[in-house]
């Protein structure tokens, strides 16, 4: 089936600092999502990306659909300790059905 | 808007019983997802509705697994017999147009002991 290869798994940075996760495909997508998933909680809806080469902000983040509309990123400035959680990339394929595919997510830890 | 809502949060239960966990979707959304997550295999699609008829239930692991929407605003994922392996957190989660995301719901954590 589709795969979305997300990288890194997993990162530690201090308060303050930006960080930046990628998410690639082998196959095209129409569109790209990226959640944020707090502990104890569902996944939730940070940013949407409909066109290839798009950039979209959202406050500290900043998301972009690759030209090539196999890859994604996802950019948080100056992180916070409330970023904590897990990120998960989505996308919807060409062609594809209702179902949204999903990487294996991102956890990240913000040390005050 | 209340968002999705599941029941229960938590659910223990022991080996061999039934499990049944709810679900309400947002009033007007037309499509209703089942996933469920686990730490080896991450977020997985168990079934799927739009307007309340099952279109893809692929991801159902296997004939225990059973799942209905009777209604626009009711679904329930049934697991008959549980089995420990079966320990995850299930959610659900509906959408209007598929291109504006999913929402999700807090999720029910099932533990079979």
């Known amino acids: 089936g589709q795969q979305l290869n997300q990288s890194p798994q997993s990162m530690f940075i201090q308060e303050g600092e930006d960080v930046s996760m990628n998410c690639t495909s082998s196959?095209?997508?129409?569109?790209w999502l990226w959640y944020k998933q707090d502990p104890g909680e569902g996944p939730v809806l940070l940013i949407a990306?409909?066109?290839?080469?798009e950039l979209t902000s959202n406050g500290r983040l900043t998301a972009q659909f690759g030209i090539t509309r196999k890859d994604s990123f996802l950019n948080i400035s100056a992180s916070i300790p409330s970023d904590v959680g897990i990120y998960f990339c989505?996308?919807?394929?060409?062609?594809?059905?209702?179902?949204?595919?999903f990487g294996k997510g991102m956890k990240l830890t913000v040390n005050p | 808007d209340a968002g999705v809502i599941q029941s229960p949060r938590h659910e223990v239960t022991e080996m061999g019983q039934e499990v049944t966990l709810r679900c309400k979707p947002i009033?007007?959304?037309?499509?209703l997802f089942w996933y469920r997550q686990t730490m080896m295999r991450g977020l997985e699609l168990l079934i799927y509705?739009?307007?309340?008829?099952?279109?893809?239930d692929s991801g159902m692991p296997e004939d225990r697994f059973s799942a209905k929407m009777p209604n626009a605003s009711f679904s329930t994922l049934k697991i008959q017999p549980s089995e420990p392996r079966d320990s995850a957190v299930y959610f659900c989660?509906?959408?209007?147009?598929?291109?504006?995301?999913?929402?999700f719901g807090s999720g029910t954590r099932l533990t079979v002991v």
């Open positions: 196959s095209i997508f129409n569109t």
């Open positions: 509705f739009n307007n309340n008829v099952p279109i893809d």
């Open positions: 989660a509906s959408s209007f147009i598929r291109n504006y995301g999913y929402t």
């Open positions: 009033s007007g959304h037309n499509s």
């Open positions: 989505a996308g919807v394929s060409q062609g594809g059905s209702e179902k949204l595919v």
């Open positions: 990306l409909y066109k290839a080469g």
